[in-house]
């Protein structure tokens, strides 16, 4: 018989881990959403808004928390992983890395929960 003591402690530790590993995946999630950010500050800010609100720097390039808004989210992974085609003849084809595509993907979804 074991005594109850021992349940507790391992009921104990078991909570431990999981609060632990809730932790790190939302500190993991929290990275990949900054990561994302960046890379479209790198990439696609010049001409494109990339926060929650205000207007792209360029008037004719929507904001990406609309565009973002327009696609189903395997047609704008597809896209961003294909390097998407614009008719604005400017605007270079970026061929995002799938890590690429998965954090920027984060990011906008965070903007989007954030309405």
Do not use: W
């Amino acid at each position: 018989m074991v005594p109850r003591f021992a349940y507790r402690a391992r009921s104990l530790i078991v909570g431990l881990l999981l609060c632990l590993s809730a932790t790190a995946n939302a500190a993991d999630s929290s990275q990949l959403r900054s990561r994302g950010k960046a890379i479209l500050q790198e990439k696609c800010g010049r001409c494109h808004a990339i926060e929650a609100a205000g207007e792209s720097p360029l008037k004719q390039a929507p904001p990406m928390r609309d565009i973002y808004a327009r696609f189903a989210p395997r047609e704008l992974q597809a896209e961003l992983t294909e390097g998407m085609v614009s008719r604005h003849r400017a605007m270079p084809q970026i061929e995002f890395s799938d890590e690429d595509v998965d954090a920027i993907l984060a990011y906008l979804y965070a903007l989007a929960v954030k309405k």
